[in-house]
């Protein structure tokens, strides 16, 4: 089964493709929003590009993390675009989504809730190749797609 796990930023969408079957990760990649575009359409941009990106891959399940609730300065932006992507899943002909904090996320995967932003900050290792060369937000992505497998 293929997965992919989304982390959101104002200015782009980190994602990972993830194949259960073999255990492996078969993308990593940023979907850029272009300078020049206004809100609308970024947003259009990016629910775009990841509707191809489903269906380019095949993708059965999804997780997107987002924004903590209790997030001291919750940024509008990357709430907007965590928004489409909840939408983009919702058109899309995923089997199933979810949409992932900390501790829902860490349940799917087994972890301690403590433990999340250990792996996330790279103080823990996940048994999936090169985990230590890619960034917090690749990890965040990668951790989520590797829950949707449960969703």
Known sequence: MRTIGIRAAPKAVTFVVFDTDEDTVLNVEDIRIPIAFQTPDALKYIRNNLLDILREYNIDRAGIRVTEPNAQSPNIARIQIEGV????FASSLLKSY???????ISFR???ERA????????????PVQ????????????????IGASRA
């Open 109 to 111: 995967l087994g972890i």
């Open 130 to 145: 090169n985990w230590t060369s890619l960034s917090k937000e690749q990890r965040e992505a990668l951790l989520c797609a």
């Open 115 to 126: 433990n999340f932003k250990r792996y996330v900050d790279g103080h823990l290792d996940w």
């Open 85 to 88: 992507v909840q939408e983009a």
């Open 98 to 104: 979810y949409v992932g904090q900390i501790s829902s």
